[in-house]
């Protein structure tokens, strides 16, 4: 099966600073690659959308400027938050979807747990 | 846009026993696809089975099935025989067949399953 990995598992860091978590997919291409947030014990809520080469398309009330992210290649998406803070602490989870067809399956990394202090 | 709801929060089925997790979702499309995705305490995120709106056989993956009521817009999960391991966080999900910014998943709540000897 597909393999989608995530870098850091866990990071901690101090407020203000800045994070950078990796996203990629280990043995296809991924056209498109999605940022999901998970709060405790809720859902996974869609950040962004991101295909490569090409500018992310944020959800509703994401700020764009804090939370970076490049798509640079078919297998690499990176997800930087910018100046975090504690409210920014929360599970993050990329996925990514391959091929072009009218169905294509979308795999999950093993989501990076950022806490800021 | 799309909504899901998952009106349990919580459910708990004894081992080898049958439990049924309800899913509806509203739509105004004709063709899409639903899924059921298990969150373990991992946090991994595994599809655990799919549903295509055009087809009108429910999807069955060993001991997890669907009962798919289109009309309805219903689409709950049924595990059979159930096991320790299938104690999860379980997601419905819906996806438009549409291409683009429409592809994108749709969660609902959750539902915590809880497996007991």
């Known amino acids: 099966g597909a393999v989608v990995s995530q870098h850091p598992s866990r990071v901690i860091c101090k407020s203000g600073t800045s994070v950078k978590i990796e996203c990629r997919s280990l043995d296809f291409q991924a056209t498109t690659m999605f940022w999901y947030r998970q709060f405790p014990k809720q859902s996974l809520m869609l950040m962004a959308t991101s295909n490569e080469g090409s500018k992310a398309t944020y959800e509703q009330g994401v700020e764009k400027d804090k939370f970076l992210i490049n798509h640079a290649s078919l297998t690499l998406s990176t997800l930087t938050v910018t100046s975090a803070h504690p409210e920014d602490s929360s599970f993050y989870i990329c996925?990514?979807?391959?091929?072009?067809?009218?169905?294509?399956?979308?795999?999950f990394g093993p989501g990076t747990r950022l806490t800021v202090l | 846009a799309q909504t899901v709801t998952q009106s349990q929060p919580e459910m708990s089925v004894q081992e080898a026993e049958t439990v049924t997790l309800s899913c509806t979702y509203d739509?105004?499309?004709?063709?899409?696809?639903l899924f059921w995705y298990k969150q373990p305490p991992s946090r991994q995120m595994i599809l655990v089975i799919r549903?295509?709106?055009?087809?009108?056989q429910n999807a069955t993956e060993n001991r997890f099935s669907v009962n798919f009521q289109k009309a309805a817009k219903s689409f709950s999960l049924k595990i059979s025989d159930s096991q320790l391991g299938d104690a999860a966080m379980y997601f419905c999900?819906?996806?438009?067949?549409?291409?683009?910014?429409?592809?994108?998943?749709?969660f609902g709540t959750g539902t915590r399953l809880q497996v007991t000897l």
């Open positions: 999900a819906y996806r438009s067949s549409l291409g683009g910014t429409a592809s994108k998943l749709t």
């Open positions: 996925s990514a979807r391959r091929g072009l067809g009218s169905y294509n399956e979308q795999f």
């Open positions: 549903q295509e709106a055009y087809k009108q």
């Open positions: 739509t105004s499309e004709s063709d899409y696809y």
